[in-house]
C-alpha cells in the first residue's frame, strides 16, 4: 500500500523532554510537510522540506527541530523549549514541484501529543 | 503571502439541507484546492480548480472557482451525517513550495 505512515498515534510527553514523532512514506515525493493542529483549529506549517538533506522553518517552528536525511522519512523533534505541545501533528508529503504530477497533499493519520 | 480566508466558520444543519462555505483571498490564486477532515481524522484531497469560473461536481458537491480567480465555492447539495467534518481551502503559493490552508468551515448535520 502507498502512502503516509506516522508513529506513534498518541504520545504522552513529561516535563523537560524532547520527543520525537516519525513519518514515513512510500509514494517517492521529493516534498514533505510538518503541520500542527490546535482543537478546532486550521493547519499550521512548523518544517517542510523540498529535497533530501534540505529543510526550512514554516511558521512556527520554534521549539521544533527536523532532520531529512532520507527520501522516505522526515522526523519532527518537539523540544523542550516548546512550552505549549499539546496538539494534533500532521505529516504530508506532495511532489516537489508543479507539472511533476498530482500537485496535492497527501497526509498521514496523524499523531496526538500530551504532556503529562 | 497569500492567505485565504474561510466563510462561515462553523456550520449547523438539518439533515437534508444544502450547505456552502466560502473561500476568499485578496490576491490573485493560480489554483485552489479543498480537503475535508472528518472528526479525529486527517485531511483528505477532494478536489483542484485551477481555471477561471471553473466548476466541478462531485455527486451532491458543486465546487466553483471565481472568474477573477480570488475566490472559490463549495456547495453541498441535500446534506447526510457522511458530510460531518472540517473542509478546508487551500493552494499552492506562488514560488510553488508550500501549501496555504484556510483557516476551515466545521459543517455539523443534525439528523
Known amino acids: 500500500d502507498g502512502g503516509i505512515t506516522q508513529s506513534p498515534k498518541y504520545l504522552f510527553r513529561k516535563e523537560g523532554q524532547n520527543v520525537t514523532l516519525s513519518c514515513e512514506q512510500n509514494?517517492?515525493?521529493?516534498?514533505m510537510y510538518w503541520y500542527r493542529q490546535d482543537p478546532g483549529q486550521g493547519l499550521r506549517l512548523i518544517y517542510y522540506s523540498q529535497i533530501v538533506n534540505d529543510f526550512q522553518k514554516g511558521d512556527i517552528a520554534e521549539g521544533y527541530s527536523v532532520s531529512r536525511e532520507k527520501k522516505e522519512s522526515f522526523p519532527l523533534t518537539v523540544t523542550s523549549a516548546q512550552k505549549n505541545p499539546t496538539a494534533f501533528y500532521l505529516c504530508a508529503s506532495s511532489i516537489a514541484r508543479p507539472g511533476q504530477g498530482k500537485n496535492i497533499q497527501y497526509f498521514g493519520a496523524g499523531t496526538r501529543l500530551s504532556v503529562l | 503571502g497569500q492567505q485565504v480566508m474561510q466563510i462561515p466558520q462553523y456550520q449547523h444543519v438539518q439533515e437534508g439541507e444544502d450547505f456552502t462555505t466560502y473561500c476568499n483571498s485578496s490576491?490573485?490564486?493560480?489554483?485552489i484546492q479543498w480537503y475535508k477532515q472528518r472528526p479525529g481524522g486527517h485531511p483528505v484531497f477532494l478536489i483542484q480548480l485551477v481555471k477561471s469560473g471553473e466548476v466541478k461536481k462531485q455527486k451532491r458537491l458543486t465546487f466553483q472557482f471565481g472568474e477573477a480567480k480570488k475566490n472559490s465555492s463549495l456547495h453541498i447539495t441535500a446534506t447526510q451525517t457522511t458530510d460531518v467534518g472540517t473542509y478546508f481551502c487551500a493552494h499552492r503559493d506562488n514560488y510553488g513550495q508550500n501549501f496555504v490552508f484556510g483557516p476551515g468551515t466545521r459543517l455539523s448535520v443534525l439528523p
Open positions: 490576491t490573485t490564486l493560480s489554483n
Open positions: 509514494l517517492n515525493h521529493d516534498a
